[in-house]
Each structure stands twice: as C-alpha cells, then as structure tokens.
C-alpha cells in the first residue's frame, strides 16, 4: 500500500492565521482526500482533492476557509484559513489508488489554535 | 450526520478475552470497511466486507455484515495489549462509493 507523509505533524497557531498542512504519497494514487478529527472524535471528511482542478467540498466545509491543492498525482495541501480555536483539531490525508477500496491515511497533522 | 453508530463507544476487556464492537449504518452501501487508530497515529485499514457478503475472517479478525439490519460487528478474538486502539467502522455508500463515511468509533482497551 502506499506510504503517506504529513507535516507538519503538530503546529500551535495564533488566532487569525493560516496554515498549510501537506501531504505526500510515495507514489501515483487516484484519489486523495483531507478529513478533520477533532479530539476524541471521529473523522469527517473536508474535501476530495482533485487533480488539476478545484476540490469538490462536503457539506459545511467552504473553499475559502479550506482552500486545497492537488498540483500532480502524489501530492496535496490543505490550507486552513484564518484559524480560530475551534479550527483546533487533528487533519488527515488520506488516498486511494486506482481500483482499490481501501484509504491509506497519513499520521495526521494536529493543530491548535490559541 | 455521520453514516456509522458503533457500540460500545469504549470497551475494557482482559488480556486473553475477545472484544466485539458493533457497527450500524443507514443507508445502503458498496462495502463497509473497519479500521485501527493508535493514539496520535492516521488509521490503518483491517479488513473490508462486501455488501454481498455475511462473514469475512482475517486471522483474529471476524467481521460480520446484516445488510437487512444495516449493521455490522467486529469480532477480536484472543485480545493482546497491543490491540488497545479506537476502532473504527467505515462505509462507502453506493452513491459516491469513491469516498468513506467513519462511525464514531470503540476505545478498546486491553488490559494486561
């Protein structure tokens, strides 16, 4: 299966400011996603990043305040925008190669906001 | 709302017992998968069931699947410290079978 690095793995942020998290696969997958696991909690899903083109969003989740890249077949970045403490929470990439059921997720990159 | 409850939402158990944790869901589905998170870590893939499948083994692994009940458990047999983790059940429903929707997950915790 493939392997998934996020970094940063933890970061402590200022109310008011971004932060972009990213993710590298080591190799071609179809799909990659970003969820958000706040503490405790399960995953729900932000977004499906897509390859050269914009990434189609959940239900409550807006592009402003994620804004996400997926330049080529092997990497992804989730922004998170303007942060405020609520934004506080564990983010996950994960992806799927092509015929596949089955998600890799990276280790998670955990953020708090003050 | 999340697709997946799961039941207990946390399970202590003695090293050596079996732990089963059950899944429910609401709609139909493609598949239903279980994953394992350590604490701190991203999740790793345990085992996945077809919708047309009823029981599927992998080593100490048993997942059953009611699709007439929309539920599934899983089945730890011969539990070991290393098992403590959350678990978590996962559906990829018919439509938009590309992406996963988590339940709430178990806290399984074995005790040596």
């Known amino acids: 299966s493939a392997v998934i690095s996020q970094k940063p793995s933890r970061d402590i942020c200022q109310r008011g400011t971004s932060l972009t998290i990213q993710c590298q696969v080591d190799s071609q997958v179809t799909m990659m996603f970003w969820y958000r696991q706040q503490p405790g909690q399960s995953l729900t899903l932000i977004a499906t990043a897509n390859q050269g083109s914009e990434a189609t969003y959940e239900s409550g989740f807006v592009i402003d305040k994620f804004p996400i890249s997926r330049p080529n077949l092997t990497f992804s970045t989730l922004t998170v925008s303007n942060m405020s403490p609520e934004d506080s929470s564990i983010y996950l990439c994960?992806?799927?190669?092509?015929?596949?059921?089955?998600?890799?997720f990276g280790a998670g990159s955990r953020l708090t906001v003050l | 709302s999340q697709q997946g409850e799961e039941d207990p939402q946390a399970l202590s158990i003695q090293e050596g017992e079996n732990a089963t944790m059950n899944c429910s869901y609401k709609t139909s589905i493609n598949n239903l998968q279980w994953y394992r998170q350590n604490s701190g870590r991203g999740l790793v893939h345990l085992i996945l069931?077809?919708?047309?499948?009823r029981e599927k083994h992998s080593g100490r692994l048993r997942v059953t699947l009611d699709t007439s009940k929309k539920s599934s458990s899983l089945l730890i047999t011969a539990s070991r410290a290393a098992d403590t983790a959350s678990y978590f059940c996962?559906?990829?429903?018919?439509?938009?079978?590309?992406?996963?929707?988590f339940g709430q997950g178990t806290r399984l915790t074995i005790n040596p």
């Open positions: 996962a559906t990829a429903l018919i439509q938009g079978a590309q992406k996963l929707v």
């Open positions: 069931i077809r919708s047309n499948e």
């Open positions: 994960s992806a799927r190669r092509s015929g596949a059921n089955v998600l890799t």
